[in-house]
């Protein structure tokens, strides 16, 4: 099979030559969405692919980490520290796999501390995401590889500071010492150019991964992924709250609004009061992809999302188009282009 990694586009930062992968674009670890053939396809496409494990479900972690495996090259897991601590065995079996990255989010900084250890001990990069630079200085102390500022205007879980502060106050606390990926308001080459001007060494993206060929998002969750806009996203607990997953108040998921969250946002504790009789009738609708009730993360970049292509090609574009700007903006400044 032909290579999917457009050769003769090189933008090397200290992401790239730390992991040994040609381009500075990384598949966010997005739960029951990053499977292995996602990951994969990031991965042979010259970026790295993230599984993203998420609430350790024992049956995803050896079907999807299997699958990313078998790609060899550099990929990773993504593990939301938190909900490891409750779930026996799940992070030694992440471990089996030999992952060569381990992506590591939401924990406190004793887990922070506890994981970052454990998985370089196995002989893993260990990347962390943060959200202000308090958190940054904990991962770093802690031996981090790589860290992950993560903006509010990222899909999913975040937390309150808007990226573009976050970078260089992230940046002031590393001081060089580690590679710093922006995540959080990144979908094409425009988004990576800007990141590297603010001194990042890359980008993370999630909602343009999601809708992909590869991801394991559902046929409604991808239609709505380019039918809607960014003015359609929403912050909400309310997911969590059916679940039943402990989420720190500090952090809430943006989603496509829809039925469910335009009834239940703002009602946690109703919500929570009344979850023995909703929880199993959502879990129901989610099964059979009722895009009103359902769980659709996304980010506020939704309005750049127009169809759902190979993740090779996203890959691709993404970094001709960013190579293109730099080239461009060297031009105006008078800098030399080679």
């Not at 912050?235 to 969250?261: C, H, K, L, M």
């Amino acid at each position: 099979m032909p290579s999917t990694r457009p050769r003769s586009i090189v933008i090397s930062t200290k992401l790239t030559e730390l992991l040994g992968i040609d381009h500075p674009v990384v598949c966010a670890p997005m739960g029951s969405v990053s499977g292995g053939r996602l990951a994969g396809a990031v991965t042979r496409a010259g970026g790295l692919g993230l599984v993203g494990v998420s609430y350790g479900d024992p049956a995803f972690i050896d079907e999807h980490v299997a699958r990313a495996s078998e790609t060899g090259g550099v990929w990773g897991v993504g593990c939301v520290m938190f909900t490891f601590d409750t779930r026996p065995g799940l992070w030694d079996k992440v471990l089996g796999y030999a992952p060569p990255v381990i992506a590591l989010s939401f924990g406190d900084t004793a887990q922070v501390q506890k994981y970052v250890a454990s998985a370089a001990d196995a002989g893993s990069h260990v990347v962390v995401q943060v959200h202000d630079a308090g958190q940054a200085a904990v991962a770093v102390r802690a031996g981090a590889s790589v860290l992950v500022a993560q903006g509010a205007e990222a899909g999913g879980h975040h937390a309150s500071l808007a990226t573009l502060p976050l970078i260089p106050a992230v940046l002031d606390v590393t001081q060089g010492a580690v590679p710093v990926v922006a995540a959080g308001g990144f979908a094409d080459g425009r988004g990576l150019a800007a990141a590297l001007a603010l001194g990042a060494d890359g980008v993370m993206m999630g909602t343009r991964f999601a809708a992909t060929e590869e991801s394991l998002a559902t046929a409604g969750f991808k239609s709505h992924l380019i039918s809607a806009r960014t003015a359609d996203t929403v912050d909400t607990r309310s997911f969590d709250v059916v679940r039943g997953i402990p989420w720190d108040e500090a952090y809430q998921a943006r989603s496509v609004g829809n039925e469910f969250t335009r009834t239940w946002t703002g009602r946690d504790a109703e919500l929570a009061a009344q979850r023995a009789t909703v929880e199993p009738e959502w879990t129901a609708a989610v099964a059979r992809d009722d895009t009103t009730q359902r769980a659709m993360f996304a980010g506020e970049v939704l309005d750049q999302i127009q169809d759902i292509q190979p993740a090779a090609q996203v890959v691709h574009d993404v970094v001709a188009d960013a190579e293109a700007i730099l080239a461009r903006l060297a031009r105006r400044s008078g800098a030399p282009t080679a």
